[in-house]
């Protein structure tokens, strides 16, 4: 496994893959939802990249930026035995060097949700997955459901910008007791996190109402608000029943839908989803 930095030993590197490759984007502090990703490009590819960048354009100016967890030591170690190739980890000076001035923005998806609650952040997204693509020229990308609207956001960019390569979305990591898995998940104090199990109980919830019958949307959006509700500590930023590849907002009786929603826990915002 070769860790790179520069976009001159990247390609170096690149030269010598054999493809398929696979590109595993990630911001580092990896848990087993990361790993899962690798896991499966490994799978599925010749050659597998991981990429570890923690985006600062991505981040709005009140976000955590600054204190999102850092500890590449420890992702090169985790990384090691998942039989990966290359390992590259740009800083700043490499991915937005001096004078730095092209964005990619994708319009609609990127309007609700996510795109609503943070301005500029699904602009950042995709101007880094651009670079990345551009960069490592894979022939798979991967990405997980966790993040919902990222993966609907860069199909839509990778289809309008014409990058040759396919995205694949894997299934979301959880702890035992439900807890999607997150990098974030580290800032919450031991009864932030008991708070937090309620993010995923209330998509169960809702699930297992879908399951028995209830297929109206506004219905479904209303469980998840109540369940969320038992809980004090989190505060709801929304809750949304939508088509899993628009994100259009729907009403009324539902055969298929994704349920998201965001809620911050003291000073952590989380986000979790389901498919229905
Ligand atoms: P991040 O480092 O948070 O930017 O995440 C890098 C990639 O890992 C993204 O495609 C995420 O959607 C994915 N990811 C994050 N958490 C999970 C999880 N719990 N399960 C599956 N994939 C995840």
Not at 107 to 127: D, K, S, Y
Not at 162 to 168: G, M, R, T
Not at 242 to 263: F, I, K, M, N, P
Request: some cysteine.
């Amino acid at each position: 496994m070769r860790v790179v930095i520069s976009l001159d030993e990247l390609r170096l590197e690149r030269r010598k893959l054999h493809p398929p490759i696979g590109l595993v984007p990630t911001m580092g502090y990896l848990h087993e939802g990361h790993l899962s990703l690798v896991r499966q490009a490994r799978r599925e590819c010749k050659s597998v990249v991981v990429s570890i960048f923690v985006n600062p354009t991505q981040f709005g100016p009140q976000e955590d930026l600054k204190k999102y967890p850092r500890d590449l030591e420890r992702d090169i170690k985790l990384l090691e035995p998942e039989g990966v190739d290359v390992v590259w980890t740009p800083g700043n000076e490499v991915m937005y060097p001096g004078g730095y001035q092209t964005w990619v923005t994708v319009e609609e998806v990127t309007q609700g949700l996510e795109g609503a609650m943070r301005p500029g952040h699904f602009r950042g997204v995709a101007t880094v997955v651009a670079k990345l693509f551009n960069a490592v020229q894979p022939q798979r990308a991967y990405f997980g459901q966790k993040d919902a609207q990222q993966s609907v956001v860069i199909r839509q960019m990778a289809r309008d910008l014409d990058f040759p390569v396919e995205i694949i979305v894997c299934p979301t990591v959880r702890e035992a007791d439900g807890l999607a898995m997150s990098s974030r998940n580290v800032y919450l104090s031991p009864t932030e996190r008991n708070s937090a199990l309620v993010l995923s109980q209330a998509l169960f919830r809702a699930r297992e109402a879908f399951d028995a019958g209830t297929h109206d949307a506004d219905q479904l959006r209303q469980l998840v608000m109540d369940t969320l509700a038992s809980e004090p500590a989190v505060k709801v930023q929304y809750v949304s029943c939508a088509q899993a590849d628009t994100l259009q907002e729907l009403h009324g009786a539902v055969e298929r839908a994704v349920l998201s929603l965001a809620a911050t826990i003291g000073r952590t915002r989380l986000i979790d989803n389901i498919f229905l």
